[in-house]
């Protein structure tokens, strides 16, 4: 992975940690199964890739980087969850994220909301909130395009 995808995903994990309710955030290390979570760590937060698409443009690249968020959350003994749950915690998730759309980070122009989806009866007691986004960002090239 080039630096600048680790510097963006370091930036966005910061972010994140200002949301309180979260007991995990993986950057690195992404879980497949949303069984391979204990439960101390939940509610938990991945960021994943799904991919990239470049524009070349004379000595620079500009690359939108596609990224899922993946909240994971789940219901105990002691409680629910209920989709208005998952809005709410997604909406501090946006608002952590947006606060410094360009992350503070060199080259990064900004990040682009491009929609979510909720499942909340599928995979009882868990429950998932994707959000996805692309990372704008220029890139230098070597040698002139």
């Avoid at 937060?45 to 620079?60: A, D, K, N, T, W």
């Avoid at 409680?79 to 749950?85: I, L, W």
């Avoid at 080259?107 to 007691?125: A, F, S």
Wanted: net charge negative; proline share 3%; with cysteine.
């Amino acid at each position: 992975m080039s630096t600048i995808k680790v510097n963006i995903a370091n930036a966005l994990a910061s972010a994140l940690s200002t949301v309180t309710e979260l007991k995990t955030i993986n950057t690195n290390r992404i879980l497949i199964s949303i069984h391979d979570f204990n439960d101390h760590e939940i509610p938990a937060v991945q960021l994943f890739s799904l991919g990239e698409s470049i524009v070349h443009e004379r000595g620079r690249a500009l690359r939108s980087w596609s990224m899922t968020l993946e909240l994971i959350m789940k219901s105990l003994v002691t409680g629910s969850v209920t989709q208005y749950d998952l809005w709410d915690l997604g909406r501090k998730l946006e608002q952590a994220l947006w606060l410094n759309p360009n992350l503070k980070i060199p080259g990064v122009v900004h990040l682009v909301y491009t929609g979510n989806i909720n499942d909340i009866h599928t995979m009882e007691p868990y429950y998932i909130l994707q959000q996805n986004f692309d990372v704008l960002y220029y890139d230098n090239l070597t040698g002139a395009c």
